[in-house]
């Protein structure tokens, strides 16, 4: 799905849905679209309603201009989250950044 904004919309504020790839931190992902959004000679700004794990991946929402302050109501809200759970593996770091023992 993709999603396209007008540099008005950008600009005055608008909510932008990001599925954040594995080993990408929150900040790496708001420092790329603030580039682009530079490059494009769009000046706002620009924040993220919470953190994923740099090992995890999933929506992670930016808002820009004035929705930066509708951050918190969405943060508030439900989320769901899904895993895949191996049962008897083991790793010594229990996370992705060893190997299964």
């Given at each position: 799905?993709?999603?396209?904004?007008?540099?008005?919309?950008?600009?005055?504020?608008?909510?932008?849905?990001?599925?954040?790839?594995?080993?990408?931190?929150?900040?790496?992902?708001?420092?790329?679209?603030?580039?682009a959004?530079?490059?494009?000679?769009?000046?706002?700004?620009i924040?993220?309603?919470?953190?994923?794990?740099?090992?995890?991946?999933?929506?992670?929402?930016?808002?820009?201009?004035?929705?930066?302050?509708?951050?918190?109501?969405?943060?508030?809200?439900?989320?769901?989250?899904?895993?895949?759970i191996?049962?008897?593996?083991?790793?010594?770091?229990?996370?992705?950044?060893?190997?299964?023992?």
């Amino acid at each position: 799905m993709s999603y396209n904004f007008s540099k008005e919309e950008l600009s005055l504020g608008a909510v932008i849905p990001i599925n954040k790839p594995l080993t990408w931190t929150s900040f790496n992902v708001v420092k790329k679209v603030n580039f682009a959004l530079k490059k494009a000679n769009i000046v706002t700004k620009i924040g993220h309603a919470g953190t994923l794990d740099p090992l995890a991946t999933g929506l992670l929402i930016l808002c820009t201009g004035k929705k930066t302050k509708t951050i918190e109501s969405i943060q508030i809200q439900p989320k769901t989250y899904i895993a895949t759970i191996y049962l008897g593996a083991i790793r010594p770091s229990y996370d992705k950044e060893t190997e299964i023992t």
